[in-house]
Every structure is written in C-alpha cells, then in structure tokens.
C-alpha cells in the first residue's frame, strides 16, 4: 500500500477518523468525522509523524527553515513530525509553537521552541482545516513575531469542502496568502480506498455511506 492508503487504514483502527452522523463546528451536518483528538498512545504518536514526515519528505521546499504547531492540536503534530522528519530522511528542522496566552515572566513571549527570526520561511503543521480560523491565526500571531515567510501548510485530511467562496477553505489559504498546502489525503481518497474494502472484517463505506459523502459534497464541496 502507499503511505496514504496506509494513513486511511491507520485512521479507522484508531478511532480517529469515524462515519454516522455528526455535526461540524461549523453547523454542517456531516456523515464522517475527523477527531485527531482520538490519537493517545505513543505507538499512535510515533506512526502519525511518519505519515505527516512522509508528507514533509514529498513536497517541504529546500527554503524552509522551521516548522510551527498551532496551538493545540498542531503541537504534538509538529513534535511528532519533525522527530520522524529527522529520523527517517536525516531533515533536522527546528520546531516552534505558540501558548494561548502569551508568557509575561522568565524568558517572556508566546512562542515555545525555536524562536523565528526575521527573514525565516516557516512551514505550518496542523490537523484537519475547516474555516481556516486557526491557520490566519497564526499568520496574524507571526506578524508580531518576526518578518517571517509562511509557504506550506501540511495537514492530516483535505475535507474539500467550500469556505467562506466558492473554492476549498485550503484554496482560499493559497490564494490569500501564497501558501502551498500539502495534505496526507482528501476525502475523494478516502472514499475510493474505503468504498466496500473490509478493514479488519468491517466495511466503513458501503454503498450507502458512500451515497451519503457523495450528497455532502455535492452540498458542500468546492466548487
């Protein structure tokens, strides 16, 4: 299997990535959910930066000079990738990620990790990205940091589904901002892989399941 034929299967056995009925933060009523809050054992920790390091290692430019975690999520994404990065392809970047509040005792700021400075090209390390809201967060959030150039934006699943236009929330970033965005897989794959192949003697996707998704991006998929 390919890495990511073997991410989808990686998501389903650990709960991570679920089908029935739920709703989004956003209102939409969905029949699949992506909760990378599942993920809890360090084995789980240690395959996902493989899978994020096998995503880096395909398509992070030469220029890039620091990865960032936003917070929450993204910080364990970002720790977790960055090792494997190095570990697997001999990439050692360092790794940044920001507190909620920012730090007015010790050494100050809202930054953890590696401290970017002015001129450096940073690339994002987040989990799934719906309204975008915590990406231009952190683009705001670096403003105030360092002069710094935001080129890539790597996350676990592409939901494909429209934003605040007619495009994708991960087109709307590219477009407003010049951000190359990279993810593991799309729901499209997702959907191809899945449809009536058993995981562990189950079916995820029947043709029923696959009716449903269909009609959900047909609602709301970018056009």
């Avoid at 395959?47 to 995503?55: N, P, R, S």
């Avoid at 398509?59 to 190095?86: E, N, Q, R």
């Avoid at 429209?162 to 929330?169: A, K, N, Q």
């Avoid at 407003?176 to 191809?192: A, C, L, S």
């Amino acid at each position: 299997m390919t890495y990511q034929e073997e991410f989808i299967t990686f998501m389903v056995r650990s709960g991570v990535m679920t089908f029935g009925d739920f709703v989004t933060k956003s209102g939409r009523k969905t029949p699949y959910f992506v909760n990378t809050g599942n993920y809890k054992t360090g084995a789980q920790a240690a395959c996902l930066g493989d899978y994020y390091a096998a995503c880096m290692n395909e398509h992070l430019g030469d220029d890039v000079t620091a990865l960032f975690g936003p917070a929450y999520k993204g910080i364990p994404l970002v720790v977790a990738g960055s090792a494997a990065l190095y570990r697997n392809y001999g990439r050692d970047l360092p790794y940044c990620f920001n507190r909620k509040e920012a730090k007015d005792h010790g050494e100050g700021g809202s930054m953890v990790g590696y401290k970017p400075q002015n001129g450096d090209v940073i690339a994002i390390v987040e989990d799934v990205v719906t309204a975008g809201t915590a990406v231009r967060e952190s683009i705001e959030l670096f403003r105030q940091v360092a002069d710094v150039k935001i080129t890539a934006l790597f996350v676990s699943v592409d939901r494909m589904e429209r934003g605040t236009r007619d495009c994708s929330t991960l087109d709307e970033l590219r477009q407003d901002y010049g951000i190359q965005v990279w993810p593991i897989v799309t729901v499209r794959e997702i959907i191809d892989f899945l449809h009536n192949r058993p995981i562990d003697g189950k079916v995820y996707i029947d043709d029923e399941m696959k009716g449903k998704m269909e009609a959900y991006l047909e609602q709301y998929g970018a056009r």
